[in-house]
């Protein structure tokens, strides 16, 4: 089982920028990380698999990146341009080859990011 443990969050006025960082205890095909509002669905913020090939929700392009160092197993995201509507818990998800190469997901616990305008 790998087990993620995620940390960067706080609090930053609109305009600013925070850097989340997600630490994987294995090692892994694709992190991503999401986010939630309490009360809505835990939408896709971005994705990079060890390819290299990242994918970004629309709102967040060209303000967010998504990196990973796999010698350290972690994954980075630089928040820059925060907006009050960037305001959720983030949670990083990896996705990690289980027995026969199937692909098992795991998720960190979440990290509070608040952005006051």
């Known amino acids: 089982q790998v087990q993620l443990v995620e940390s960067g969050g706080g609090l930053v006025q609109a305009g600013g920028s925070l850097r989340l960082s997600c630490t994987a205890s294995?090692?892994?095909?694709?992190l991503a990380w999401y986010r939630q509002v309490p009360g809505k669905q835990r939408e896709l913020v971005a994705r990079?698999?060890?390819?290299?090939?990242?994918r970004y929700a629309d709102s967040v392009k060209g303000r967010f990146s998504i990196s990973r160092d796999d010698a350290k197993n972690t994954v980075y995201l630089q928040m820059n341009s925060l907006k009050p509507e960037d305001t959720d818990v983030y949670y990083c998800?990896?996705?990690?080859?289980?027995?026969?190469?199937?692909?098992?997901?795991?998720w960190g616990q979440g990290t509070q990011v608040t952005v006051s305008s």
């Open positions: 294995g090692r892994t095909f694709s």
């Open positions: 998800k990896c996705e990690w080859e289980g027995p026969y190469g199937r692909l098992i997901n795991s």
């Open positions: 990079i698999l060890r390819s290299g090939f990242t």
